[in-house]
Nanobody, 121 residues
Framework: QVQLVESGGGLVQAGGSLTLSCVAR?????????????MAWYRRAPGKERELVAS???????VYADSVKGRFTISRDNAKNTVSLQMNSLKPEDTAVYYC??????????WGRGTQVTVSS
């Protein structure tokens, strides 16, 4: 199976920046052609539904949630099977657990454990 490992979460003051990283690993990564799949960052705050933060296809095209557009940047390195999320001008409402995900097919997706991002006011 594909394993996703996130890193880079932490505590930051409002207006600050953080960069999240995620690496896909495992013996099935190549077989699953992760480099050609959609990768994304989701987040879930306590008491709220999980929401898509940003997604990126293998060619580099991106989609962002309106709430983060202009502040966050998603990128990927297909050679290293990694996806990153550069977060600038962080706000308290950005506080959440952030999850990395990759969609292998319409029926198979993999998720990381999540990394906590806390933005203080």
């Amino acid at each position: 199976q594909v394993q996703l490992v996130e890193s880079g979460g932490g505590l930051v003051q409002a207006g600050g920046s953080l960069t999240l990283s995620c690496v896909a690993r495992g013996s099935t990564v190549s077989r699953s052609t992760v480099s050609r799949k959609v990768m994304a960052w989701y987040r879930r705050a306590p008491g709220k539904e999980r929401e898509l933060v940003a997604s990126i296809v293998s060619s580099g095209s991106t989609v962002y949630a309106d709430s983060v557009k202009g502040r966050f940047t998603i990128s990927r390195d297909n050679a290293k099977n990694t996806v990153s999320l550069q977060m600038n001008s962080l706000k308290p409402e950005d506080t959440a657990v952030y999850y990395c995900a990759v969609q292998i097919s319409t029926s198979v997706s993999y998720w990381g454990r999540g990394t906590q991002v806390t933005v203080s006011s």
